[in-house]
């Protein structure tokens, strides 16, 4: 304990070395490995330096190599340090370099268990604390199985704005959230790379202390004005758990881009087109892992999907290695940023959205394997369907959930298009988050709640006070005026549906069908064995006959006769 003290004054002792923006990510296996993010105003990048200071101080309950928990006084985990550049068109943004990014993935982790952190550049007095999820593997038959219910949060399209921060602060409220899912579109950066640390800081209160997964909108494309490569911030700030290294190809038509905010007509590409395919692959771009009793797929909609893409080619190897284990992981949750099904007029029908779900088929691969919701963001409204499968409502297919309303500042998707009977309900006029309750193994219900103003706050002015008073403690920096601090209004669950999983564990066969199975197994080799003599038999007398002298023709025919009838005496037998 001492050394952990001289440790952290020893790290405070400069600003420079301050962690800010932490974020939390699930590894591939959620219930044993986390990975935590942030960033400092360290200017060097000698991997000297760095293995200094990208150090992560855990206690909590460690899993041994015999696979029982033991406390852990301390455990130190050292990480690595990056940072990025991007160019913005010189009239709008100009040049950004990144502060320097920490990552540290803790592994051996216990299922279910708390945990206090400290970063290397934290005060003695700061104390963090994260969760695991539950044990991913089926318990043991009659016993109580920990994974239900299972909660997540579930949010698309934030932003920075009042709205923002306060679908941030409802998701905090919620003590009942185990891990956030968001389907793309974060911080509204847009090339102005400065958004992205502001953005950093309004969600560490949340992200660092629950496992926050994403997966890249079009605002996340942000492409370099100088040389065409997208998605350099999205890549360098978050650790999602990659299956193989990042593959990245810088896009030529994307050079010289803009994105002026308010939009306005401008030379040159957009950089961050609704319209997009790009270069790509693994690293955070698309991902797969396991939370509590679901496999959550992340999916890139503005990545190659084509019948040689890597992504194709992996989810296909992904939900085929998925289905071998289907009976203990049965729950399937794909989340992706452009919605395969959605009857507002924005953004209907995109191109990159069409390849993907029709001719690239992931409809049918989704179909296929049972996947039960499919999460989506890029419409800045909200909707549900029923299941559907081919535009046509059918039970069992997925459901798919539209959920761009987070608080972004380029406001909502007011206008419909005629409601398509696949469709169950829609709301394009107020900002909300989702809730995904996983109670057993055939039954989830999805919520979508919004403010509520016949309700009375869900917090006063008292209450939001202790708060952040609680945040600041556990790292948060405030101002004075923080939203964090103001009353918070009340949502309630405007939409509620129980969904059903279109998954089915193969039916136990009975015992009688069991000895069913036995009588025929032996009735089948008793009658191969019986062939088997018969073909035996008839050989020795053919070799018998052969040896013998040679008769008269009327000798031999009478043998023959003979061999015939014992052969069917046999037979007959």
Not at 407 to 420: F, I, W
Not at 438 to 452: C, L, R
Not at 505 to 518: G, Q, T, V
């Amino acid at each position: 304990m001492l050394l952990e003290i001289v440790w952290l004054c020893l790290a405070w002792s400069s600003d420079a070395f301050v962690p800010t923006q932490v974020s939390l990510a699930a590894g591939s296996h959620a219930d044993s490995t986390i990975s935590i993010t942030w960033l400092t105003d360290d200017d060097r990048d000698d991997p000297t330096s760095c293995a200094e200071v990208a150090v992560v101080h855990v206690r909590g309950p460690i899993a041994d190599q015999s696979e029982h928990a033991r406390m852990a006084p301390g455990l130190h985990v050292v990480g690595t340090c990056s940072r990025y550049s991007l160019g913005s068109a010189p009239e709008l943004f100009g040049n950004y370099t990144s502060g320097r990014i920490h990552t540290v993935q803790v592994n051996g982790l216990v299922a279910g268990s708390t945990y206090a952190y400290t970063l290397f550049g934290d005060s003695p007095s700061t104390t963090r604390h994260f969760k695991t999820l539950p044990a991913s593997e089926e318990p043991e038959p009659r016993k109580a199985d920990p994974r239900f219910p299972f909660v997540l949060g579930v949010i698309g399209d934030l932003g920075q704005t009042a709205d923002s921060q306060e679908t941030v602060r409802h998701l905090d409220a919620d003590p009942s959230l185990q891990i956030l899912l968001h389907a793309g579109d974060m911080a509204y950066a847009d090339t102005e790379s400065k958004r992205w640390d502001s953005y950093g800081l309004k969600v560490e209160p949340l992200s660092s202390r629950l496992q926050w997964m994403v997966c890249p909108g079009n605002h996340e494309i942000e492409s370099d004005y100088y040389t065409g490569e997208s998605f350099k911030a999205y890549e360098a700030r978050f650790a999602m758990p990659s299956v193989q290294p990042v593959e990245s190809l810088p896009s030529t038509k994307q050079i010289g881009c803009k994105h002026p905010f308010p939009a306005k007509p401008h030379k040159g590409p957009d950089c961050t087109p609704s319209v997009f395919s790009g270069g790509y692959d693994w690293g955070n771009s698309f991902y797969a892992f396991d939370a509590g009793p679901a496999r959550v797929i992340s999916l890139n909609s503005y990545a190659n999907t084509g019948p040689q893409s890597a992504q194709l080619n992996w989810l296909r190897e992904e939900l085929e290695a998925l289905a071998r284990r289907r009976s203990s992981t049965p729950w399937l949750i794909v989340m992706m940023h452009c919605p395969f099904y959605s009857s507002n007029a924005a953004h209907h029908e995109e191109r990159q959205t069409t390849l993907m779900r029709d001719i690239h088929g992931f409809e049918d691969l989704l179909q296929k394997h049972a996947a039960a919701v499919v999460i989506s963001g890029h419409v800045h409204a909200y909707e549900r369907t029923h299941p559907v499968y081919r535009n046509v409502t059918k039970p069992g297919a997925p459901t798919y959930i539209v959920v761009g309303d987070g608080g972004n500042r380029e406001g909502h998707a007011k206008d419909y298009l005629p409601q398509p009977s696949w469709s169950a309900f829609r709301n394009g006029l107020t900002f909300g988050h989702g809730r995904l309750v996983i109670a057993n193994k055939t039954h989830m219900q999805w919520e979508w709640w919004t403010n509520d103003d016949t309700l009375p706050p869900a917090m006063n002015k008292e209450r939001a006070a202790r708060r952040a008073a609680d945040l600041e403690l556990s790292g948060s920096i405030f101002d004075v005026d923080s939203p964090w601090r103001s009353p918070l209004p009340q949502r309630s669950a405007v939409d509620s549906v129980w969904i059903r999983n279109p998954y089915r564990d193969p039916p136990p066969r009975s015992r009688f069908a069991n000895a069913s199975l036995w009588a025929l197994g032996l009735v089948s080799v008793s009658s191969a064995v019986l062939a088997f003599l018969v073909i035996a038999v008839q050989r020795c007398r053919r070799r018998r006959l052969a040896a013998q002298p040679v008769q008269s023709s009327q000798s031999i025919n009478s043998a023959e006769m003979q061999s015939t009838s014992s052969s069917r005496t046999l037979l007959d037998s």
